[in-house]
């Protein structure tokens, strides 16, 4: 199963359920809070207009637009863009692949944990370098190849992100932007029982359909590691 399967992704993003249910396991987690460092990563650009893609339900195209930005948010679910626009947010159905906006039309613009869902990534990637303007940033976040190693090594399989990982990341961004640094955001989620671990194997049973053991009882403490790029045009 490949996580860029336009099939696969439109069937996952019909709905939250699964994305929220993924993210629920992150109240068992320490370290550094990686989707408010990509926020901040953002921010810290004083932008006046941004371009958040894959917005999902839209909680960063909120928080962007709370600090007085104007914001505009794309994702190929219907769902998502619903939910993005229901939180007071502008936000429409699109893809990255080609964007329905003009050469230089944002200051900044952050694509969290959705580049490794676009079948042709430096189309896309180039696609937001085209709107962002000269001297502007991208803020994009993936996850090393050895996110969730424990909850693989358990389960026995790979969790497929290597289309845009740590491996080729920089390598793809820098094709696009002329500079790219690197912000480690890693930590543990420290899984208290099986029945927590179930519960996130459960959501993430359409990208990864995997069964525990029947003899694992847990607790299980599990390595995240997502990466902040910021590629500056």
């Known amino acids: 199963m490949s996580l860029n399967d336009p099939t696969v992704v439109a069937e996952e993003y019909a709905s939250e359920q699964g994305l929220l249910g993924r993210r629920d396991a992150y109240r068992y987690a320490d370290g550094p ?3 408010a460092l990509a926020i901040d990563s953002v921010l810290e ?3 006046r207009r941004v371009l958040e893609v894959g917005c999902g339900p839209g909680e960063a195209a909120e928080k962007i637009a709370a600090a007085g930005v104007t914001v505009e948010a794309l994702d190929i679910s219907d769902r998502m863009v619903e939910l993005t626009c229901a939180r007071g947010v502008s936000a429409r159905v699109g893809d990255v692949q080609d964007l329905p906006f003009e050469d ?3 200051d900044a613009a952050l ?9 042709d990534v ?7 370098a085209r709107v962002v303007r000269p001297g502007g940033r991208l803020v994009a976040v993936t996850n090393r190849i ?18 845009f990982s740590d491996e080729n990341a ?8 002329a500079r790219v640094e690197e912000k480690e955001a890693g930590g543990w989620i420290n899984f208290p029982d099986r029945a927590a671990v179930e519960a996130y194997v459960d959501a993430s049973r359409a990208l990864w ?4 053991p029947p003899d694992f009882d847990g607790p299980l403490r599990v390595r995240r590691a997502p990466v902040v790029y910021l590629a500056t045009k």
Do not use: K
């Open 209 to 212: 359909a995997r069964e525990l």
């Open 104 to 106: 230089g039309s944002f």
């Open 33 to 35: 809070d990686a989707p």
């Open 45 to 47: 650009m004083q932008p």
């Open 146 to 163: 050895d996110h969730l190693r424990e909850l693989r090594e358990l389960l026995g399989g790979e969790f497929p992100t290597r289309n």
């Open 170 to 177: 920089s390598t793809l961004l820098l094709g696009s932007f």
């Open 111 to 119: 694509a969290a944990w959705m580049l490794y869902h676009v079948p």
């Open 122 to 128: 430096e189309r896309g990637i180039a696609e937001l």
